[in-house]
Nanobody, 125 residues
Framework: QVQLVESGGGLVQAGGSLRLSCAAS????????MAWFRQAPGKEREFVAR????????YYADSVKGRFTISRDSAKNTVYLEMRSLKPEDTAVYYC??????????????????WGQGTQVTVSS
């Protein structure tokens, strides 16, 4: 079992920055790939970014490439999402997810085995 707790969401003006954190705990938390997804009202949950177990490989949705950075601190069992140049269309609930089986597409929410409760990010224009 892996438990995930997100923090760092809030209200920010367009062009601003936020850093989200996801604290992982549990017996296998250090051996899983981690990702961020987001879900806006009335829309499906969408992939944002993913980092490998080692932290050596990262992947991003085209919509956030160049503005968001995912990283992990293995000593703290924490994953971060640094968000810059935020836009109103980035407004969503952001979820942290863990993939312990590496069996599916990194872009598909069904691939992930554990989820956090989500944190709201609101970007005002």
């Amino acid at each position: 079992q892996v438990q995930l707790v997100e923090s760092g969401g809030g209200l920010v003006q367009a062009g601003g920055s936020l850093r989200l954190s996801c604290a992982a705990s549990g017996r296998t938390s250090s051996g899983v790939a981690m990702a961020w997804f987001r879900q806006a009202p009335g829309k499906e949950r969408e992939f944002v970014a993913r980092v490998s177990r080692s932290g050596g490989s990262t992947y991003y949705a085209d919509s956030v490439k160049g503005r968001f950075t995912i990283s992990r601190d293995s000593a703290k069992n924490t994953v971060y999402l640094e968000m810059r140049s935020l836009k109103p269309e980035d407004t969503a609930v952001y979820y942290c997810a863990a993939d312990q089986n590496y069996g599916g597409s990194r872009y598909d929410p069904k691939t992930y085995d554990y989820w956090g409760q989500g944190t709201q990010v609101t970007v005002s224009s």
